[in-house]
């Protein structure tokens, strides 16, 4: 049987936790950041949790189970 391959495209985008939840960055912040208020812009900065909806489909795409 030939290996797993992990989706590139997740590979680069989720990163996992200590404690196994899987991190994202926020949407919305590469351009266009003009009109967006700073207030909006610094929340966008920080990452954030995959919503455990989410979750159990970008750790299939990971290959984590």
Request: no cysteine; aromatic share 4%; net charge positive.
């Amino acid at each position: 049987m030939p290996k797993q391959k992990t989706k590139s495209s997740a590979k680069k985008r989720f990163k996992l936790t200590g404690t196994g939840k899987i991190k994202r960055k926020h949407a919305f912040k590469s351009h266009i950041l003009t009109k967006k208020s700073k207030k909006r812009k610094l929340k966008l900065t920080h990452s954030t949790l995959v919503h455990e909806a989410d979750a159990e489909n970008v750790k299939q795409q990971l290959r984590l189970k």
